[in-house]
């Protein structure tokens, strides 16, 4: 049971847009950053958001973030196939003195 | 490009001690903090701690303390991390990661090694 909650999957065509949701609470997304991560089947993960909607040089504007008090959202349009893979948020918890990730969201490009 | 770059995979008997190292350039060695984290099998990921390449600080996830020891050899730019007591729960890929924030926490990792498999089986 992850502390941040994340849909389990979702999908969508070539060329649309989708959205990933991050639900915490007041002692983790509720006062911290949120981070994602892009991890390709078989690879590393790789930082795509970090400071709740900063991109890091090479990650293109296709991928975008937003926070709203305990939730956070990742966006990501023009759907390519090579975007299949598993998301994930993470975000420091204040309480439990850690990182916490969420269980990650698995991204089909049907 | 910075890269981060692990040893190779281990396979270790329960009970047994697993440490996995993490080299990274060394110009920005003592400059960012380097994490920890693993992802069991089809599992999510999991952070298990941090340490302060400068000094050799260390903050340890809660369900980690008293099993796992980070350490650093600065002048090979080299982290480590040991596991002990190991139990086929254990069985996971091992990640490092570099903070991004440049002499304090940011909580963002960037980059990450490519991972190390530890099996953990009698």
């Known amino acids: 049971q992850s502390v941040l909650t994340q849909p389990p999957s979702v999908s969508a065509a070539p060329g649309q847009k989708v959205t990933i949701s991050c639900s915490g609470t007041?002692?983790?997304?509720?006062?911290?950053?949120v981070s994602w991560y892009q991890q390709l089947p078989g690879t590393a993960p790789k930082l795509l958001i970090y400071d709740n909607d900063k991109r890091p040089s090479g990650i293109p504007d296709r991928f975008s973030a937003s926070k709203s008090g305990t939730s956070a959202t990742l966006g990501i349009t023009g759907l390519q196939t090579g975007d299949e893979a598993d998301y994930y948020c993470?975000?420091?918890?204040?309480?439990?003195?850690?990182?916490?990730f969420g269980g990650g969201t698995k991204l089909t490009v049907l | 490009q910075v890269q981060l770059v692990q040893s190779g995979a281990e396979v270790k008997k329960p009970g047994a001690s697993v440490k996995v190292s993490c080299k990274a350039p060394?110009?920005?060695?003592?400059?960012?903090?380097m994490h920890w984290a693993r992802q069991a099998p089809g599992q999510g990921l999991e952070w298990m701690g941090t340490?302060?390449?400068?000094?050799?600080?260390?903050t340890y996830a809660q369900k980690f303390q008293g099993r796992v020891t980070m350490t650093r050899d600065t002048s090979t730019s080299t982290v480590y991390m040991e596991l002990s007591s190991l139990r086929s729960e254990d069985t996971a890929v091992y990640y490092c990661?570099?903070?991004?924030?440049?002499?304090?926490?940011?909580?963002?990792?960037?980059?990450w090694g490519q991972g190390t498999l530890v099996t953990v089986s009698s």
């Open positions: 060394g110009n920005t060695f003592i400059s960012h903090y």
């Open positions: 993470g975000t420091w918890d204040s309480s439990l003195s850690g990182v916490v």
């Open positions: 340490m302060n390449p400068s000094d050799g600080s260390t």
């Open positions: 990661a570099r903070d991004r924030g440049l002499g304090f926490l940011e909580w963002s990792f960037d980059p």
């Open positions: 007041n002692s983790n997304i509720g006062k911290n950053y």
